[in-house]
């Protein structure tokens, strides 16, 4: 399967080119355009249990498969806010995704939902999804992805309403941005991921909650 990621890292979207017979998987609504040969089906991929996973991490209920009839065929995928898509090859290590980062991947792609108890407190990074298996999986983000790879041992703190995804195995811990309360309200830090390598943490450079907070609230 070959992709080519075009509007790089503003608006960001993926082509990608499908053999006769080839398959893709995406969030449903993510499709811009595509070849009049390529089949959509959209379904509950994986059965009820998947479906109630991808619910609990912010994902849609529902995804669509599209497959190249009669001939290779192409499909462009957008997704939902302006930002970045990267295209990482888990075939080797798997990849812990936040809420929403998902876009697009091979259907061999295996997802399990991920608890992590560690961040009840926050409210956020309650649920994740760890992503193995071989083929294409893309990834997108609101704002440029930025990614970090980190040596053994070495700690690193990311915001994370900018935590996108990191390698599956890494030491990771939340907490409070400061000691206190009071302080994580005026530096305007919520929760923060204390990561530990090795392995690669992706990024993003803005973050959703910044965005709704400068919409207009009306009266």
């Given at each position: 399967?070959?992709?080519?990621?075009?509007?790089?890292?503003?608006?960001?979207?993926?082509?990608?080119?499908?053999?006769?017979?080839e398959?893709?998987?995406?969030?449903?609504?993510?499709?811009?355009?595509?070849?009049?040969?390529?089949q959509?089906?959209?379904?509950i991929?994986?059965?009820?249990g998947?479906?109630?996973?991808?619910m609990?991490t912010?994902?849609?209920?529902?995804?669509?498969?599209?497959?190249?009839?009669?001939?290779?065929?192409?499909?462009?995928?957008?997704?939902?806010?302006?930002?970045?898509?990267?295209?990482?090859?888990?075939?080797q290590?798997?990849?812990?995704?936040?809420s929403?980062?998902?876009?697009?991947?091979?259907?061999?792609?295996?997802?399990?939902?991920?608890?992590s108890?560690?961040?009840?407190?926050?409210?956020?990074?309650?649920f994740m999804?760890?992503i193995?298996?071989?083929?294409?999986?893309l990834?997108?983000?609101?704002?440029?992805?930025?990614?970090?790879?980190?040596?053994?041992?070495?700690?690193?703190?990311?915001?994370?309403?900018?935590?996108?995804?990191?390698?599956?195995?890494?030491?990771?811990?939340?907490?409070?941005?400061?000691?206190?309360?009071?302080?994580?309200?005026?530096?305007?830090?919520?929760?923060?991921?204390?990561?530990?390598?090795?392995?690669?943490?992706?990024?993003?450079?803005?973050?959703?909650?910044?965005?709704?907070?400068?919409?207009?609230?009306?009266?």
């Open positions: 399967m070959r992709h080519e990621i075009l509007f790089q890292p503003e608006f960001a979207v993926v082509k990608v080119m499908l053999e006769a017979g398959s893709i998987r995406a969030e449903s609504g993510a499709m811009m355009s595509m070849t009049a040969n390529v959509l089906d959209s379904k991929s994986g059965g009820l998947k479906m109630f996973g991808r609990l912010g994902e849609s209920a529902f995804q669509s498969t599209y497959v190249a009839q009669n001939g290779p065929g192409e499909v462009i995928l957008a997704p939902g806010l302006p930002g970045d898509i990267v295209a990482v090859d888990v075939s290590r798997a990849l812990v995704v936040t929403g980062a998902f876009l697009a991947g091979d259907t061999r792609l295996d997802f399990q939902t991920q608890a108890m560690k961040g009840f407190f926050g409210g956020e990074g309650l999804t760890q193995s298996g071989p083929g294409l999986l990834l997108s983000s609101y704002g440029a992805i930025m990614p970090i790879e980190l040596a053994p041992g070495q700690p690193y703190i990311v915001d994370t309403g900018h935590l996108v995804a990191f390698t599956a195995g890494m030491g990771y811990n939340l907490r409070k941005a400061t000691k206190s309360l009071l302080g994580s309200v005026t530096s305007g830090e919520g929760v923060v991921a204390e990561m530990v390598g090795p392995g690669v943490v992706y990024t993003q450079t803005r973050t959703i909650s910044a965005l709704i907070a400068m919409m207009p609230v009306s009266r």
